[in-house]
């Protein structure tokens, strides 16, 4: 059975920074792409990062290029999400998912497996 749990996130002032972490299990982690996702109140789950099997390609939105970065570390079946620089409009529930392929794809569509979410708060 595949799991997948998120950790990290909190309540922090703006220009602060998290890092959020992903745990999966119940699968062989390096045979999947990984991503981050957030949700706020009233909009669309939207794309934040994702990364291939091995970490040698990934994809950022426009709206957190230059202050977030991801990174996974296979032999600990984890993902993180180093998030800097955090701004009010980052404050979103942050889901990890997962999918099995070879490809890149940072669409909510193309994803497995989701977590229950972490939630991230941003106060201005």
């Known amino acids: 059975q595949v799991q997948v749990v998120e950790s990290g996130g909190g309540l922090v002032q703006a220009g602060g920074s998290l890092r959020l972490s992903c745990t999966a299990s119940g699968l062989t982690f390096d045979y999947y792409t990984m991503g981050w996702f957030r949700q706020a109140p009233g909009k669309e789950r939207e794309g934040v990062s994702c990364i291939s099997r091995r970490g040698y390609s990934t994809y950022y939105a426009d709206s957190v290029k230059g202050r977030f970065t991801i990174s996974r570390d296979n032999s600990k079946n984890t993902l993180y999400l180093q998030m800097n620089n955090l701004k009010p409009e980052d404050t979103a529930m942050y889901y990890c998912?997962?999918?099995?392929?070879?490809?890149?794809?940072?669409?909510?569509?193309?994803?497995?497996?989701w977590g229950q979410g972490t939630q991230v708060a941003v106060s201005s």
């Open positions: 998912a997962a999918r099995q392929s070879y490809d890149v794809k940072c669409d909510r569509s193309f994803y497995d497996y």
